[in-house]
């Protein structure tokens, strides 16, 4: 697989052509934004941990028949994934309500919700994201009748499965942020699961203390960030790290035993 040209550049994410025209590399950076781009800085290594978080949350889902883009990692900043057209609609899911649905209609935060509730907003940085209804999406073409119906079938599977993730390991899932592209297969129309799903998008509350591991952290200069998300990288058993420490230590010991002979 051979690298080609940027093809975008996104706040945490670049694309790049590959020798595949339906294949292309999504390489995550450690640039994290906020507040629609007024708060940034770079914070080295979440690239790295949101990575292979997105990885591990996106192979679950494939196993459990949720079509994604994701068609393996590369390395520790890259995967290949597929070329989609993506709909311009961030889909916004809450179990909980905290953020900004607590400043705009009131409500208590930590609430928690009888359903999930999906929102939709107009993926535009330079109106802000803004809230739009159902039938914005359908006035304005943004996507189809059909293609709103799958999404929101396949969005409460991804909840109900994520939520059981997460729980397994501790942590509540509050709320997520997810993307969806049109793609064919098989000379099919079919709408599959893109983006990235991790502590980037995701709220997640340790179950016992309600610490946020997610990127509130930066949000709300919480510090500590790369700590929370090797955390639940950590808690997903992605990241062995007492086996990594230990195997660093056992390669020390050999070579100053190797010395003193
Ligand atoms: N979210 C995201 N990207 C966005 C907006 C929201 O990933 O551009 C995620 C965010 O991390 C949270 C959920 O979607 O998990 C709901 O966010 P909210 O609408 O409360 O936004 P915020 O409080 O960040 O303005």
């Known amino acids: 697989m051979k690298k080609g040209k940027k093809l975008y550049e996104g706040k945490a994410k670049i694309i790049y052509a590959t020798n595949d ?26 690239g790295v941990l949101n990575n292979r ?4 949350i ?23 994934i597929k070329l989609v057209e993506i709909i311009p609609i961030e889909f916004i899911v809450r179990n909980v309500a905290t953020g900004s649905i607590t400043k705009r209609l009131g409500i ?30 359908l006035a304005f073409d943004w996507a189809s009748k059909n293609e709103i119906d799958k999404v929101k079938k396949m969005i409460l599977r991804i909840n109900d499965f994520m939520i059981g993730m997460f729980r397994g390991v501790g942590i509540k899932l509050i709320d997520f942020k997810l993307e969806f592209g049109r793609i064919k297969i098989d000379e099919k129309n079919e709408v599959i699961l893109a983006d990235e799903i991790s502590p980037d ?9 309600e610490k946020k591991l997610d990127k509130d952290r930066f949000r709300k200069d919480l510090g500590d960030l790369i700590p929370a998300y090797t955390e639940v990288a950590r808690r997903l058993g992605i990241l062995h790290e007492q086996s990594n420490v230990s195997a660093v230590n056992v390669t020390k010991l050999s070579s100053i035993k190797r010395k003193k002979k």
């Not at 935060?109 to 159902?134: A, F, H, M």
């Not at 998008?201 to 203390?209: E, K, V």
């Open 58 to 80: 996106l192979s679950n889902l494939s196993q459990i028949g949720i079509k994604n883009h994701l068609v393996k990692r590369l390395n520790m900043r890259e995967q290949i």
């Open 53 to 56: 978080i997105s990885e591990h």
């Open 108 to 137: 208590e935060d930590g609430t928690v919700l009888k359903e999930p509730l999906i929102e939709y907003c107009l993926k535009n940085d330079k109106l802000g994201d803004p809230l739009i209804s159902e039938d914005h999406i």
């Open 21 to 46: 025209k339906n294949l292309v590399i999504q390489y995550f950076k450690d640039d994290a934004t906020a507040f629609n781009n007024q708060k940034k800085t770079t914070i080295e290594g979440k």
């Open 201 to 209: 998008t995701c709220r997640l509350w340790d179950s016992i203390t």
